[in-house]
Every structure is written in C-alpha cells, then in structure tokens.
C-alpha cells in the first residue's frame, strides 16, 4: 500500500513523471536516428512511434498537473545514450520497466486522493508503457537468443 500523500506531493510525482516521459521521447528519437544494423530495421520504425506516444504521454500529464492547480515542469530527466545499438535498446528496456512501476504507484496515489479522472488516464499511460516494455522485451531477448 503507498503512503497517504497530499495533492502538492502527487503533483511533484507528475512533473517528475512529465520530465522522465520528456526524456524517454528525446531519447528514443536519438536512438531511431543513430541505431544501426539490418536487425534493427523493424525496431527503428517501433521507436519513432514510441517517441511520438511518450509525447502523447507527456500532454495528457501537463494537462493533469495544470487541472490539479500546479505548473507543469520544462525540465528533463536523463538521457541515456550508448554507440552500441543493443545497449540503447536495454536502455530503453529499463526506462519502460521504471515508468511501468512508477505510473502503478501513481494509480494508486491517484485512487487514494479520490482523482478518479486522473487515474484514468494514468491507467491508459500504464497500458502503453506496458506495450513499449513487451516491444524492447521481445528485441533485447529474441537477440540473446539469436
């Protein structure tokens, strides 16, 4: 069970969550620009529409954090960056699986303050992350495989 937390606390959780969704967008158009190898073809394609969806992610926040009276946040998380195709892809990896994680503790939190609208789109954000982690999953492991 997460801790009670008070609207202003939930609205600094989303203007971190709108940074990080600002970062993830950034840094998947770096890597659909520079990855490289025949392999990675399908995948490039997969990222550019990753980037426009964490974009779409990242509206929906700034609307919420404006309807819950704060200001959304300019600012922007990290950014990860490899010259090696398949680092940048677990990279990717590990940034879906924290958002994953990060976007259920704020369903929660959002539950718990009664923000039942919030949840929802959150809810619909998680879907997505979820997808994008089941996409780099299938590509990071198929190629150990391989």
């Known amino acids: 069970m997460v801790s009670q937390l008070t609207k202003e606390e939930l609205i600094a959780a989303l203007n971190r969550d709108l940074e990080l969704e ?3 967008a950034i840094q998947y158009i770096q890597h ?10 399908d995948v490039q394609k997969e990222i550019i529409l990753h980037s426009q969806q964490e974009m779409q ?14 200001v ?4 922007v998380g990290p950014i990860s960056t490899s010259p090696d195709s398949m680092e ?9 699986e924290d958002a994953v994680n990060r976007y259920r503790m704020r369903i929660e ?28 999953m299938a590509v990071v492991y198929d190629s150990k495989k391989a």
């Not at 959304?72 to 600012?75: A, E, L, S």
């Not at 892809?89 to 879906?96: I, P, Q, R, Y």
């Open 22 to 24: 600002y970062a993830a």
């Open 88 to 96: 940048m892809l677990k990279a990717d990896l590990a940034g879906e």
């Open 32 to 41: 659909a620009a520079v990855i490289t190898g025949a392999q990675f073809s």
């Open 57 to 70: 992610h990242a509206l929906s926040l700034s609307t919420q954090i404006d309807f819950l009276g704060g």
């Open 109 to 136: 939190q959002a539950e718990q303050l009664k923000e039942y609208g919030l949840r929802r789109i959150l809810e619909d954000i998680l879907i997505m992350e979820e997808e994008h982690k089941r996409d780099l």
């Open 72 to 75: 959304p946040t300019v600012g």
